[in-house]
C-alpha cells in the first residue's frame, strides 16, 4: 500500500530546474534512503513533498489527501497543504527547538496548538515521546541544556507527537559531532524496526546499508538507480552511482 506518490514532479528555480520530473512510490512501514552528491535535489525533493518549497509542475499524494503543483494560493489549497503536513513529521538538519521552552514543552507544541489537544494530554504523549527516544529523565532541560544529539533526539519526538503516516528526515546528522551520530540514528532505527515509513535524505552509508529497504540514488535532479540496499552497495549499475560510492568510501 502506497503512503506517497509522486508523479513528473519539477522544481524550477528561476531559470534552472532542479527537479527534472520525478515519478517515486513509497509503500507503508518502507524505509527509503535517498542518497547523492550535493545539489542532485535530495532535500528540495523532501521538502516539495510537504510543499515547504512550491513545486512547480506534478502531484504530490500522501495517504488521501493529493495536490497539484502550481495552484492558486487560495484558503482551499492552504487548509490541503496543512492536512498534506499533518500526516508528515520532518526532521531537519538543524534542530530548530524553541530556546525558550523545555523539552517536554517543544514536544507539547504541536498538539496543543496543531490538534487542539488538552494541556494534560499533551503533557503525557511528549514525556512518553521523550522517553521513547531516551530522554524521559531530561524533559524539563531548556534546548541550551542539552547536546546536539539530545536536541536533535528532542525534535524527533516532536515531529511524532503528530501521529504521522510517514516520517521524513533531511541530513539529521550532518549538524552533530561524530560521537553524538549515533544515538540518533539509534532511535532511528527503532522507529524503522517499528514500521514507522520513512524518507531519509543522509550521508551516513552504514545506515543505509543496515536500514533501508529501498536505496535511490539521485544526480543531477533526477533518479539515477534504484534497488535494495544491497544490490545498489555491492553490485550498483550505473557508472555515476558507483564513482560516487567510491568517493564516499574513500
Request: aromatic share 6%.
Amino acid at each position: 500500500m502506497s503512503v506517497i506518490q509522486l508523479e513528473n514532479l519539477k522544481k524550477r528555480f528561476g531559470e534552472t530546474e532542479v527537479l527534472h520530473g520525478i515519478n517515486l512510490s513509497v509503500n507503508k512501514r518502507e524505509v527509503v534512503v535517498l542518497m547523492g552528491p550535493s545539489g542532485s535535489g535530495k532535500s528540495t525533493l523532501l521538502r516539495c513533498l510537504t510543499f515547504l518549497e512550491e513545486p512547480t509542475e506534478g502531484t504530490i499524494q500522501i495517504g488521501s489527501q493529493k495536490i497539484a503543483a502550481g495552484g492558486k494560493p487560495n484558503r482551499s489549497r492552504k487548509n490541503e497543504i496543512r492536512e498534506l503536513r499533518k500526516r508528515t513529521g520532518f526532521v531537519f538538519q538543524q534542530f530548530n527547538l524553541f530556546p525558550h521552552k523545555t523539552a517536554i514543552e517543544n514536544v507539547m507544541e504541536g498538539p496543543i496548538v496543531v490538534q487542539g489537544m488538552e494541556k494534560e494530554q499533551a503533557a503525557k504523549l511528549a514525556y512518553t515521546l521523550l522517553e521513547k527516544v531516551g530522554l524521559g529523565e531530561r524533559c524539563h532541560h531548556y534546548p541550551s541544556q542539552l547536546s546536539g544529539g539530545q536536541q536533535q533526539r528532542v525534535a524527533i519526538a516532536r515531529a511524532l507527537s503528530m501521529n504521522p503516516d510517514v516520517m521524513l528526515y533531511d541530513e539529521p546528522t550532518s549538524a552533530l559531532d561524530p560521537e553524538l551520530v549515533r544515538e540518533v540514528l539509534q532511535v532511528m532505527k527503532d522507529l524503522a524496526n517499528e514500521g514507522m515509513t520513512m524518507v531519509v535524505v543522509t550521508h551516513e552509508m552504514k545506515f543505509a546499508k543496515e536500514v533501508a529497504d529501498r536505496v535511490i540514488f539521485m544526480d543531477g535532479g533526477v533518479i539515477v538507480e534504484e534497488g535494495n540496499s544491497e544490490d545498489i552497495f555491492n553490485n550498483p549499475k550505473e557508472e555515476r552511482t558507483k564513482r560516487f560510492l567510491m568517493q564516499v568510501n574513500d
